[in-house]
């Protein structure tokens, strides 16, 4: 399967982006979806997470009330929306996707085994 993201850019705090993720090579549906990221020498972060069906969504506490994850199996794409963005939410943003058959959303990267190119965030203050 193969993951492609876009949307990143330069935005000023307290703006808004919206990532998008478009999947192809396999059935986007069996995929459980989510968003990472890596600023710069920091490990990479879980930000939010979608289950296969979109019933479920998980986030990171840093960004609850401010990002929202959703898909569209129909277009095998999945997006997150960032409102109210600060700097510390700078870095580079990847998408990824699980078949895993875990009890829940997992935030563990090693658990994503397809991942898309990254695209970069820069909120300025």
């Known amino acids: 399967v193969q993951l492609q993201a876009s949307g990143g850019g330069l935005v000023q705090a307290g703006g808004s982006l919206r990532l998008s993720c478009a999947v192809s090579?396999?059935?986007?549906?069996?995929?459980?979806m989510a968003w990472f990221r890596q600023a710069p020498v920091k490990e990479r972060e879980f930000v939010a997470a979608?289950?296969?069906?979109?019933?479920?969504?998980k986030y990171v506490d840093s960004v609850k009330g401010r990002f929202a994850i959703s898909r569209d199996n129909a277009k095998n794409m999945v997006w997150l929306q960032m409102n109210s963005l600060k700097p510390e939410d700078t870095a580079v943003y990847y998408c990824?996707?699980?078949?895993?058959?875990?009890?829940?959303?997992?935030?563990?990267?090693?658990?994503?085994?397809?991942w898309g190119q990254g695209t970069q965030v820069t909120v300025s203050s």
């Open positions: 090579g396999d059935t986007f549906s069996r995929y459980n």
């Open positions: 979608i289950s296969w069906n979109g019933r479920s969504t």
């Open positions: 990824a996707a699980s078949d895993i058959p875990l009890p829940g959303l997992t935030t563990t990267p090693r658990n994503y085994h397809y």
